[in-house]
């Protein structure tokens, strides 16, 4: 049982590490997903002939295929990481889950 327990400088350690890798993740996946998205949706949302219909098939597609390489990450790095340190990927997975609709508005900004 003592084998289970990690040192503080381990533990901040891995929460720096993985921190840096969730905002490395965010930022490669935003741009990427905006990339291939770009070409959907209107530029100029205040025309009078602007419909909802376009924006909504960007924001969807946005939103599936970030939700596609979240859950590929997380299998991955289930499969990767040593098991001390696996119980931080849900809360890093849980907090992509938010962070995915907050990057809705430099999206369409």
Sequence with gaps: MATDVQPESAGSK????GLAGFVAFEAVSYFLISWVVS????????QPENTIVRNWVKTTA??????????AALLMLSNMLPRQHRGQIMRWFLLSL???????WPLFG
């Design 14 to 17: 891995a929460f720096l590490i």
């Design 39 to 46: 070409g959907l949706g209107e530029s100029n949302q205040l």
């Design 62 to 71: 946005f939103l599936l295929l970030h939700l596609a390489l979240m859950v």
């Design 98 to 104: 938010v962070t995915m609709f907050f990057l809705l």
